[in-house]
């Protein structure tokens, strides 16, 4: 297996980044830079990324910090963590953990539109306030345990021919 140099590039039309407007700035820059290709960060499932088709060489998916309180569908978190129905919508794209899988499927085919060699999952769960003091009310194993059966749940949307790779942040 080859070596490839990539940077991680989210396309945000709302947000253009000055001089990667468009997909001939970024191949230009890809070019000046010697890089072989990205790693798109997929966040939005609705924007429209084949442009980028051809430099995609790998796939970020969508990535909620904490989302076990969710998945244990404990209502009494959810509600400290995210007061409002509208809140937890925009965090996790949906209001239940059912929702949220589906959120999940329908980000992971937006990223195989891409085409890309690979896709990445991040695997961790913190709040902020446990990021800071390092008092985490799930242990390694607990969000391990949780990432394989949500994986499980959503798995059958990634072909054979993509690599799954799993980022582990804490």
Same mark, same amino acid.
């Given at each position: ?62 990535? +909620? ?8 569908? @404990?209502? !009494?978190?959810? @509600? ?19 929702? +949220?899988?589906?959120?999940? %499927?329908?980000?992971? %085919? ?9 896709? =990445? ?7 902020? !306030? ?9 242990? @390694? ?8 059966? =949500?994986?499980?749940? =959503? ?5 054979? /021919? =993509? /690599? ?5 942040? +804490?």
């Amino acid at each position: 297996m080859m070596e490839k140099h990539l940077f991680n590039f989210a396309y945000m039309p709302e947000w253009p980044l000055d001089g990667l407007q468009d997909a001939q700035q970024l191949s230009s820059f890809l070019q000046e830079m010697r890089l072989d290709g990205v790693e798109m960060m997929v966040y939005d499932s609705s924007i429209d990324n084949s442009n980028y088709n051809v430099y995609a060489v790998g796939a970020h998916l969508q990535y +909620w910090p904490c989302w076990l309180p969710l998945y244990e569908r @404990n209502e !009494e978190q959810l @509600n400290k963590l995210y007061p409002t129905k509208e809140d937890r919508q925009s965090y996790y794209g949906a209001l239940t953990y059912e929702g +949220w899988l589906e959120n999940i %499927r329908t980000n992971i %085919r937006a990223a195989l539109k891409l085409e890309p060699e690979y896709l =990445v999952w991040h695997v961790a769960d913190s709040t902020i !306030e446990e990021a800071f003091s390092f008092s985490f009310t799930h242990s @390694n194993k607990n969000v391990l345990a949780a990432t394989v059966e =949500v994986l499980q749940e =959503v798995l059958t949307e990634v072909t054979s /021919k =993509v /690599k799954l790779l799993l980022e582990n942040l +804490w």
